[in-house]
């Protein structure tokens, strides 16, 4: 449901209106904006959410200021005139509540009829720049305003994943806006003052996002982003929190600072928008580009007739470009076949580890003879692609229905599926992980969690 991520400056003079002839030194920016607007309404989206900074900035959490109808304007810019307005999804927020019970980060819902919010509407400009070049395109669609709050950037990347379960459940075509200045000192004479790390930070800020480089840029140097100055990097976090574990393409429409601050227009889109997952009542048969399922069936058909593995698909459609690891499962009768995996990646590509783990799953799951060419048809095919696993300090941190577990003791290791028939509770998960590793029930364990996307 997730179809386009756009991220955005949200300078007031880029307002016709309110820059009036300063606008020609920012045109870049304008049609920046111009054309990501005219791609979000090409995408149709039924939900619109706006990750701001310029919102009302809470320690307890994400700020969602709510209310049936969110209405700005650009009157502290000197164009009261211009309004822009945004009404809000209850039904998203409300799942949204639901996908952060336990999280770190959950939302603060502020009213906006209660002091102070109740004189400017309440929408900053945040979010009302880049809501009017949307609004002028013609996309007028109920959804969030949210304002990220200063906390841990993997805690922010872990809302956003949250976020983007609650746009599923939603059901909705959504567009994101990742709103946010890059560095605010690039050029003598800047608002925050000059760096010569302003620039640096936008160049590999920029870099890393064309380049899909996401552990990268959760890492980036915190002196690095302290001296930029700017206020996209945590926007930004929680947008990439939302394509946790699947390959987007980057596109950037304009870069320019003519003002000594940043401004981005980009579009990110997720390689799923277009496409449907792969169920297990279609057991990996639908016709398609990138579907992982399909993939992991031709892989051990071609095995079990040519004796050599599969080459990956030419050309390699994007969802595939990726790494990750992966676990193809076999069922015949319902009852489990083979099941053979990676927790890490070891393949060039997703393509390539799911051609492998096929195979393996079929020929060399050492609990099950294997499969011949002559039964493959009785046989119904599953892929999870892993998410990367993180460590955690204990077992009520974790969920069977939701997460995978690998428990850790020395250079043994085990790990368990989630959602596994049979399997309700966190202690029959970490009772069959040890079991697997040989790792008895009274020795001490290091505990990870990890969440898949699951295909078949």
Known sequence: MLKIVGLTPHPPLIIPEVGRDELARVQQTVAGMERLSRR?????????????????????????TAGPRLEGDFGDFGAP?????????????????????GEPLRPVVLEADIRPFRRRGFLDHGAAV??????????????????????????????????????????????????????????????????????????????????GRVEEFLALDE????????????????????????????????????????????ELRPASAGEERATAAEEGEKEGPADPVKLARQALRHYLEQGHPLPPPDPLPPFFSR?????????????LRGCIGTVEPVRKNLAEEIIMNAVSAGLRDPRFPPVRLEELDEITFSVDVLMPPEKIESAAELDPARYGVIVRSGHRSGLLLPDIEGINTVEEQIAIARRKAGIGPHEPVELYRFEVHRYG
């Open 40 to 64: 979000i309404r090409e995408a149709q989206p039924g939900c619109l959410i706006i990750i701001t900074p310029h919102g009302p900035l809470l320690r307890e959490g994400i700020a969602v």
């Open 81 to 101: 005139g211009v309004k822009v307005f945004l009404e809000t999804d209850a039904a998203l927020l409300e799942l949204l509540q639901r996908e952060t019970a």
């Open 130 to 211: 880049p809501l009017y070049y949307l609004q002028q395109a013609g996309v007028s669609v109920p959804g969030l305003h949210l304002t990220y709050t200063f906390a841990p950037r993997r805690d922010l990347y872990r809302f956003g994943q949250a976020l983007r379960r609650a746009v599923e459940a939603r059901g909705l075509p959504t567009a994101v806006i990742a709103s946010g200045d890059l560095s605010h000192r690039l050029i003598p004479g800047a608002p925050a003052g000059y760096s010569p790390r302003g620039a640096e930070y936008d160049r590999l800020l920029m870099e890393l996002l064309r380049e």
């Open 323 to 335: 790494r990750a690891g992966v676990f193809v499962s076999l069922k015949k009768g319902g009852e």
């Open 223 to 266: 002196e690095l982003v302290e001296e930029a100055g700017e206020c996209a990097y945590r926007s930004f976090l929680i947008a990439l929190g939302m394509l946790a574990g699947e390959n987007f393409q980057t596109e950037i429409f304009s870069y320019e600072g003519p003002f000594g601050v940043g401004y981005l227009v980009a």
